[in-house]
């Protein structure tokens, strides 16, 4: 069984900084996109930012330069150092993993979330 762990999320001031932790326990193979999510009250989920297999980035405009995503430890953790919070950051984050289990189809796993507030 897979399981994506979040951690690090809390309550910052507007201007502080955060680090999200994910980590992965259970073997996944051919993992080619691992990203963070995130997911206000009442709003749709969005993606944050993503890390594809070769290493490339992506990140909502709304993040850019204020955000870094990155992976150590053969894909097992993922990271989301997240700078210059604003209280529109305010939501509940969830860590994503797309790759496939021995003999299954490739999918999407998912963390159970890790709240994030910033004051003002």
């Known amino acids: 069984q897979v399981q994506l762990v979040e951690s690090g999320g809390g309550l910052v001031q507007a201007g502080g900084s955060l680090r999200l932790s994910c980590a992965r326990s259970g073997s996944l193979f051919a993992i080619t996109a691992m990203g963070w999510y995130r997911q206000a009250p009442g709003k749709q989920r969005e993606l944050v930012a993503r890390i594809a297999s070769g290493g490339s980035t992506t990140y909502a405009d709304s993040v850019k330069g204020r955000f870094t995503i990155s992976s150590v430890n053969a894909k097992n953790t993922v990271y989301l150092q997240m700078n210059s919070l604003k209280p529109e950051d305010t939501a509940v984050y969830y860590c994503?993993?797309?790759?496939?289990?021995?003999?299954?189809?490739?999918?999407?796993?998912w963390g159970q979330g890790t709240q994030v507030t910033v004051s003002s």
């Open positions: 994503n993993m797309f790759g496939k289990r021995l003999l299954s189809e490739a999918r999407d796993y």
